[in-house]
């Protein structure tokens, strides 16, 4: 009964990611299939526990790492700037504007910031519980958190180097603190893997690469599929459990 109950919340999931694919963020059903869709894998990994009653810390933290998450759905994408310049306009009245304008563009660029900041928050929280997750597979060794951390602000100086910006930028350091998450979750695959590799490290391991994937995309190559390597990574690290 329960294994059915599993299959049909996986099917749900499945279906409700799909169809965030083929609606736009302006839609007024993108909110409630997006919230509807970290419901179902919520409710997913409740399935999967209660199978063999695996709720543990592992379990739990798994489960927990989601509901940041639900936060992502309050950050709105910044939006381009409409203001046009009439053609009939003096040349000082279009000095003033282009002034307004590019006062309103920093105004807007801060804002954009301060949201992949917010980001970047959610998107820690949830890398930082499933690193936990990791000490219940692996070595329990605290250190792993430093280490994610490193490897995190390697990431960003790295990104700083490819794209040849100032270093010194503070709102540029800013925007890139989400590949701290990347650098917890890399971090999380060799605590896993670091005393056995049975099925759950395993997948729990590729859960983490598929998430990092994720995170990756969200940054440099934002799209409406992005959702769905999320949703895999979680499936991933639940699955092992009814086993």
Same mark, same amino acid.
């Given at each position: 009964? %329960? *294994? ?9 999931? $499945? *279906?409700?990611?799909?169809? #965030?694919?083929?609606?736009?963020? !302006?839609?007024?059903?993108? #909110? ?15 399935? /999967? /526990? ?9 379990? @739990?933290?798994? @489960? ?33 504007? +282009? +002034? ?23 998107? $820690? ?7 936990? /997750? =990791? ?13 994610? %951390?490193?490897?995190? $602000? ?6 700083? *180097? @490819?794209?040849? !910006?100032?270093? =010194?930028?503070?709102?540029?350091? %800013? !925007?890139?603190? #989400? ?38 995309? !969200? ?13 895999? =990574? ?10």
């Amino acid at each position: 009964m %329960l *294994i059915a109950v599993v299959v049909l919340m996986l099917v749900a999931t $499945i *279906i409700v990611g799909i169809s #965030l694919c083929f609606l736009k963020k !302006e839609s007024p059903f993108f #909110l409630l299939l997006k919230t509807l869709y970290f419901v179902a894998l919520i409710c997913f990994g409740f399935s /999967c /526990c209660a199978v063999q009653n695996q709720f543990n810390g592992f379990s @739990i933290l798994a @489960i927990i790492s989601i509901l940041p998450l639900f936060f992502t759905l309050l950050i709105k994408t910044s939006s381009k700037d409409d203001k046009q310049i009439a053609p009939n306009q003096q040349p000082e009245q279009q000095a003033g504007i +282009n +002034n307004d304008e590019m006062l309103a563009k920093k105004i807007q660029n801060k804002k954009a910031t301060l949201q992949t900041f917010l980001k970047s928050g959610i998107y $820690i929280a949830s890398a930082f519980c499933l690193t936990f /997750c =990791s000490l219940y597979l692996g070595r329990e060794n605290f250190a792993i958190f430093f280490v994610g %951390l490193f490897l995190g $602000i390697a990431l960003i100086f790295l990104d700083f *180097i @490819i794209k040849k !910006e100032e270093i =010194s930028d503070v709102w540029k350091f %800013l !925007e890139k603190l #989400l590949l701290l998450s990347v650098g917890l979750l890399i971090a999380s695959v060799f605590s896993s893997v670091s005393l056995q590799f049975d099925l759950t490290t395993s997948f729990f391991a590729l859960a983490m690469l598929t998430y990092s994937a994720h995170i990756l995309l !969200e940054i440099y190559r934002p799209n409406k599929y992005n959702h769905l390597l999320y949703g895999l =990574s979680m499936i991933l690290i639940f699955l092992p459990l009814i086993f």
